[in-house]
């Protein structure tokens, strides 16, 4: 999961730049996993995460001759996907927000549930996705897909101090959040 | 230390030796550090979603053609006049060369022919088409010539301000310009209605106008 140890396919970009249908698909083939997950992960549910990818690529493709390689390609196909995200999460905001988890908000039964052993990771997922915006997308890509703090800053413009602070807020939440499953989440791990 | 300031120094440099007292003494950090373990365990555990096989296809499919959009797009006059100029612009950096000439002349033709023939018309639609462009060509002709009388006598009356070696290479693409509007009027002579001729003539006119309007910006 470490971005930095990618080797950057520059001879793939050159030859999308000249419009190679062939390279566009190796490179979208090259990041897909990694900008859907980051994609479901911000966004909840596949069909939100499939729509932002959509656009990421097409994005991408349409810009691909501005690509000028002062970051890694992939870094660059990353901020335009996270992004797009951000977008669809503060389109989402402004309507009523259901899911199957929303169900389970505030409700003892997920205790119950922990003798499932996939619930430990649900309730992480759920707390993940209902961190505010700033707090969620840090995390998710620091924690999960391993960006380090400066190349978070550079995908979503802020200083690294903010980077920094972010995500000690939103480990600091999902801890909260986690406090009272603790002994019942430990048994199952 | 306080418990703020061990979760702060945890997140930069993980657990201290100072840290380590503070959680001797605090069952808090304790607690919160188990969920932080257990946290950490899940979240680096996550699998990594697949992409579905059809999202490539949907991608691809709201990709523009563009062979579709070039048959379709008929390439407008300002595109050309934009790579004609372009081809100035590289050409004022090099002597001029009968070669170079020839070039550009080949490239406006290429150019003008390729903005009128991208698109099949019926026969009534070119000649109606025809009629259009030429009416359109000839206003533009006049409005570029008169700009051209106007600007030239700005320009000859202070060409002297003007830096010796740029005013030579002004004066060669004009006399290039101008070469190229003479065959155009001789083919015009052939045949009045060519409409390709006519849109080589309109660019070439165009060029010119805006050839002097630069010598003229460079005086002022
Ligand atoms: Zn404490």
């Known amino acids: 999961m470490e971005n930095s140890a990618i080797s950057q ?5 050159e030859r999308c730049k000249q419009g190679d249908r062939h390279s566009y698909k190796e490179l979208y083939d090259l990041c897909k996993n990694r900008v859907y997950s980051t994609a479901i992960r911000l966004l909840g549910n596949a069909q939100d995460a499939e729509d932002a990818v959509q656009e990421t690529f097409i994005k991408v ?9 002062d970051s890694s390609v992939f870094t660059w196909i990353y901020r335009i996907s996270v992004n797009i995200c951000i977008e669809h999460m503060r389109k989402k905001k402004n309507v009523p927000y259901h899911d199957s988890l929303d169900d389970t908000e505030g409700d003892p039964v997920v205790v119950a549930d922990t003798q499932n052993p996939v619930t430990a990771r649900l309730i992480i997922e759920k707390e993940i996705e209902q961190l505010p915006e700033g707090f969620k997308t840090v995390f998710v890509l620091h924690t999960i897909e391993g960006f380090k703090h400066r190349e978070i800053a550079d995908i979503l413009d802020i200083s690294e101090g903010t980077s920094k602070s972010q995500l000690a807020a939103a480990k600091s939440r999902l801890r909260e959040q986690l406090l009272p499953y603790l002994e019942v989440i430990q048994n199952e791990l | 230390m306080n418990c703020e300031e061990f979760w702060k120094i945890y997140e930069d440099s993980g657990i201290t030796p100072e840290g ?5 003494d605090c069952p808090g950090c304790r607690k919160e550090l188990r969920a932080e373990k257990v946290l ?3 979240v680096q555990n996550l699998p990594e979603h697949e992409a579905p096989d059809t999202l490539w296809a949907r991608i691809e499919g709201a990709l523009p053609n563009k062979q579709i959009v070039e048959e379709r797009e008929r390439p407008n006059f300002d595109s050309i006049i934009h790579y004609i100029r372009g081809m100035f612009t590289y050409l004022q950096a090099v002597p001029f060369k009968p070669v170079c000439a020839a070039c550009v002349i080949m490239l406006m033709s290429i150019l003008a022919t390729r903005y009128y023939y991208t698109r099949p018309l019926s026969p ?3 000649l109606l088409k025809q009629d259009e462009i030429a009416y359109e060509l000839e206003q533009k002709e006049q409005d570029y010539i008169a700009a051209i009388d106007k600007l030239s006598k700005l320009v000859e009356n202070k060409k002297s301000s003007i830096d010796p070696e740029l005013y030579d290479l002004y004066r060669e693409k004009i006399a290039l310009l101008d070469d190229y509007i003479l065959q155009c009027r001789d083919a015009l002579e052939q045949n009045e209605s060519n409409t390709n001729v006519r849109t080589y003539l309109a660019l070439a006119y165009k060029e010119k106008a805006e050839t002097l309007q630069e010598m003229y910006e460079l005086i002022n």
């Not at chain 1, 396919?9 to 970009?13: F, Y």
């Not at chain 2, 380590?20 to 001797?24: K, Q």
């Open chain 1, 9 to 13: 396919p520059l001879d793939i970009v």
């Open chain 1, 61 to 69: 493709f349409k810009n691909i001759h501005m690509f000028r390689g």
């Open chain 2, 20 to 24: 380590e007292d503070h959680l001797l």
């Open chain 2, 40 to 42: 950490m365990n899940i």
């Open chain 2, 124 to 126: 009534e639609d070119r």
